[in-house]
């Protein structure tokens, strides 16, 4: 039997140099098919297309790898929703950059495990190398762990800080990332302290008065960049109050983060170094392929409560003779190396590189905000703090925000997001594709008025119409 060629060593680039052709010619049928930002038709209509596609998805001899990847790969272009599309634009869900995804494509090939040195050895020393690089840009002598995304930094947050201290509260405003709860629970801390966000961004005042009555120590969680609106919390009056009751502050920055690479924008995360640990996302505003989280801490020996040893990984007498110890550097043990798609993104655009893409996509969230007041059939939320704008139609019912929407991904159209503030819903636009022009802006406004529009008709002819009953006829009149 044939066997199929393998993607490393020396013979490895022949064997994918025709298959890359094959990938990349379904992808871009699948995404001529699809014709728009997400595929028609909803969910049970994307899944039937996709299993008739793939059927048999196992069958009893195989199709080959030109038949499988053209097949696989082509539908599910052609069922995703796109971020690089314009109208694709409701999560923080990046269209990643070509030479990341190239990148991806070699740490996928190279296969290194960063669970030991002997499987990883540049791998494991691009890794060390990029985390003191990011980190800092925050702390000048800070490092970072490479994660899965703001879930597992910030859970990872939440588990240094009840190491270092016997009890800790968790304290944290009314906005923040639903990983908090979340992590709180799985580490079996008590619920979280919910102190009031009334602006979209956690009071002071409240934290204050929080932090006053609490016996022992806090953990505060500042936000700076929101999944609904992008606020950015005031990270040097909660630093300042963390510092006055002797509480460990985390920042969870996984969106906002990225804004230390733009001098324009980086004083928005004023305060950030005072925080003790800050959790990055580089697949929101840093156009990797998922995933790229981090989360970086200011002291690195804050980092011991990780240390484990496994003895066929790191054995003690082979740490001893100078084999790195990688265990410690994540609570999984086979890990991706991450490291090099973005490793080779900071090097490719160096810091203006990336501040250019930063501050397109932060231009293109006020330019959207400008069209938004020009409609007088919409309003707008507020002034964008980064790249997300929320916007609803203007005097609209909830339910009838909540439909167009629908009707939109229903129809392929565009993918807006939803977001609930000051006791209303709102669509969200989050901008992350620095391709996008004038023009997309002002049609991704003419997209949601004509949905508006359809809605209004459809309300219009599914009410009952009311008329005035017919008198009986008079005697004798003509029938």
Not at 150 to 170: F, K, M, P
Not at 311 to 330: E, M, V
Request: proline share 8%; charged share 15%; glycine share 6%.
């Amino acid at each position: 039997m044939h066997h199929p060629p393998l993607a490393g060593g020396t013979a490895g680039p022949a064997a994918l140099r025709p298959l890359l052709d094959v990938v990349l010619d379904a992808l871009e049928q699948g995404a001529k098919t699809r014709g728009g930002p997400l595929p028609a038709g909803g969910p049970q209509t994307v899944t039937d297309r996709l299993h008739h596609a793939t059927h048999p998805l196992l069958p009893a001899h195989g199709t080959g790898a030109e038949e499988a990847l053209t097949t696989v790969v082509r539908a599910l272009a052609e069922g995703t929703a796109d971020p690089a599309e314009p109208l694709c634009a409701a999560h923080l869900h990046t269209p990643p950059l070509a030479l990341a995804a190239a990148a991806d494509l070699a740490a996928s090939a190279l296969n290194p495990s960063l669970d030991s040195w002997d499987q990883a050895p540049a791998a494991s020393a691009l890794e060390a190398l990029l985390t003191r690089t990011i980190a800092q840009e925050i702390w000048p002598h800070g490092d970072a762990l490479i994660t899965t995304g703001g879930t597992e930094s910030n859970q990872l947050a939440l588990l240094l800080a009840r190491e270092d201290h016997d009890h800790v509260h968790i304290v944290c405003g009314a906005h923040t990332h639903h990983s908090i709860q979340r992590a709180a629970w799985l580490l079996g801390l008590p619920r979280p302290i919910v102190v009031p966000a009334p602006t979209g961004t956690t009071d002071p005042a409240a934290l204050d008065t929080a932090l006053t009555t609490l016996d022992g120590t806090a953990l505060v969680v500042a936000t700076a960049g929101t999944t609904d609106t992008g606020a950015i919390d005031d990270l040097p009056a909660i630093a300042a109050l963390c510092a006055r009751h002797h509480a460990r502050l985390h920042v969870d920055a996984a969106y906002g983060g990225p804004l230390l690479f733009s001098e324009r924008h980086r004083p928005q995360l004023a305060g950030l170094h005072h925080a003790d640990t800050v959790t990055l996302d580089l697949h929101k505003l840093g156009w990797q392929p998922v995933a790229a989280g981090l989360l970086a801490v200011a002291d690195p020996t804050h980092l011991a409560p990780l240390a484990h040893t496994a003895d066929y990984l790191n054995a003690d007498d082979d740490t001893h003779h100078g084999l790195p110890d990688l265990l410690g550097r994540s609570l999984r043990t086979t890990r991706r190396p991450d490291a090099l798609k973005i490793a080779v993104t900071l090097r490719a655009l160096g810091r203006d590189g990336l501040a250019h893409l930063i501050d397109r996509v932060c231009a293109h969230a006020t330019q959207l905000a400008q069209l938004i007041t020009q409609q007088p059939e919409l309003e707008l939320y507020r002034a964008p703090t980064i790249s997300t704008v929320l916007f609803r139609p203007r005097h609209a019912p909830d339910a009838t925000v909540a439909h167009i929407r629908r009707t939109l991904l229903t129809h392929g159209t565009a993918v807006l997001g939803r977001a609930h503030a000051e006791g209303r819903l709102w669509l969200k636009a989050t901008l992350l594709n620095p391709h996008l022009t004038h023009d997309d802006l002002t049609t991704l406004l003419t997209t949601t008025l004509e949905a508006l529009e359809a809605t209004s008709f459809e309300a219009t002819a599914a009410a009952p119409i009311e008329t005035t009953p017919t008198p009986p006829p008079t005697e004798g009149a003509p029938q």
